[in-house]
């Protein structure tokens, strides 16, 4: 059982550049978000799935697209990728009232 | 909206000792709330979540967390700590019902000494 996998672990890209961030679950879970992790800042919501073809945004989506075509996957885009968006990322699936499950991140630097 | 709010940024305690770390949320529904665990360079744990059941709940690693409406706390403790719960800690907040977002606050990082 993998849980949340998320690929890759580390990404360093070139301002402008453009990249996919992937996530899948195997949990059969509806819900799928994406979180950036700042130092001080806790975890801040990009966007979230509630099932297949539904998305929306969260606390600090400008930057970053998302689809979700299938239940275990949910990719995050960023489509010119700036210094501003060097963080750590995370994925998370949950089901109805349980808590989320994370994935192991990915800790993305732009230069 | 919903909110979470970490008193302490860093706290620091003995080996042994109680630990306490605390959180206030704000919420104008019924919540669900977590408390979440996060090792170096790793992804969040769940440690235990209250769901409307019983408002002390315990969790893994012998912690514990007391839900208290009147006070809109959620505070997690353990009381006696161990070297190996050093790690940052995160509460969060979700509306019971459905699928909502889940809120976080900004983390309290727990360091323990010998």
């Known amino acids: 059982n993998a849980g949340v996998t998320q690929t890759p672990k580390f990404q360093v890209l070139k301002t402008g550049q453009s990249m996919t961030l992937q996530c899948a679950q195997d949990?059969?879970?509806?819900?799928m978000s994406w979180y950036r992790q700042d130092p001080g800042m806790g975890l801040r919501l990009i966007h979230y799935s509630v099932g297949a073809g539904i998305t929306d945004q969260g606390e600090v989506p400008n930057g970053y697209n998302v689809s979700r075509s299938t239940t275990e996957d949910f990719p995050l885009r960023l489509l010119s990728a700036a210094p501003s968006q060097t963080s750590v990322y995370f994925c998370a699936s949950r089901g109805q009232g349980v808590g989320a499950f994370f994935g192991q991140g990915t800790r993305l630097t732009v230069v | 909206a919903q909110s979470v709010t970490q008193l302490g940024s860093h706290v620091s305690v003995s080996e042994g000792a109680l630990v306490l770390l605390r959180c206030n949320y704000s919420s104008s529904v019924p919540p669900y709330l977590f408390w979440y665990v996060q090792y170096p360079n790793q992804g969040l744990q769940l440690l235990l979540k209250?769901?409307?059941?019983?408002?002390l709940v315990k969790g893994i690693n012998g912690f514990e967390a007391e839900f208290k409406k009147s006070e809109t706390s959620f505070h997690l403790t353990k009381p006696s700590a161990h070297m190996s719960d050093a790690a940052e800690y995160f509460c969060a907040v979700t509306s019971s019902g459905g699928y909502n977002k889940l809120i976080f606050g900004a983390g309290t990082r727990l360091a323990v000494h010998p």
């Open positions: 209250y769901t409307s059941a019983a408002t």
């Open positions: 949990m059969n879970h509806e819900y």
